[in-house]
C-alpha cells in the first residue's frame, strides 16, 4: 500500500525552525517528485516546493524562498523541509505529495499521492 507519512510539526515562535520529514512506504521514493503543500483555514492549498527524482531539481514559491529548503534521502525514502525564520503566516497543515515532475509543480492536480499532514503553528 503506497503511503506518505509527514512529521515534525508543532508549535514554535515567530523566527524558530522546524524540520518536517515525509516518509514514503510501498513504493519507491525515488521514482517520484515530491512536492509540499500548506492549507491554512479558509485558505486554497498553496505548493510551496518539489524536488524532482532524478536530478534532485528543487523549487520554492516566493513566500518561503530563502527560507525554506527541501531535501531528499531515497536510501531513507524520506524527503525533508527545513523550515527557518518562521512568520505567523506560515501557519497552516503541511502536507507532501508525490507525483512526475512538472514545471508546474504547485499545481495539487499533478500529484498521485498525498500524506496526512501536519500541523504548523508559528506563534506571534
Known amino acids: 500500500q503506497l503511503q506518505l507519512v509527514e512529521s515534525g510539526g508543532g508549535l514554535v515562535q515567530t523566527g524558530g525552525s522546524l524540520r518536517l520529514s515525509c516518509e514514503a512506504s510501498?513504493?519507491?521514493?525515488?521514482?517520484?517528485?515530491i512536492g509540499w503543500f500548506r492549507q491554512a483555514p479558509g485558505k486554497e492549498r498553496e505548493g510551496i516546493s518539489c524536488i524532482s527524482s532524478t536530478f534532485g531539481i528543487t523549487n520554492y514559491a516566493d513566500s518561503v524562498k530563502g527560507r525554506f529548503t527541501i531535501s531528499r534521502d531515497n536510501g531513507k525514502k524520506t524527503v525533508y523541509l527545513q523550515m527557518n525564520s518562521l512568520k505567523p503566516e506560515d501557519t497552516a497543515i503541511y502536507y507532501c505529495?508525490?507525483?512526475?515532475?512538472?514545471?508546474?509543480?504547485?499545481?495539487?492536480?499533478?500529484?498521485?499521492?498525498w500524506g496526512q499532514g501536519t500541523q504548523v503553528t508559528v506563534s506571534s
Open positions: 505529495a508525490a507525483g512526475r515532475y512538472t514545471v508546474m509543480w504547485a499545481l495539487p492536480t499533478k500529484y498521485d499521492y
Open positions: 510501498g513504493f519507491t521514493l525515488d521514482s517520484y517528485a
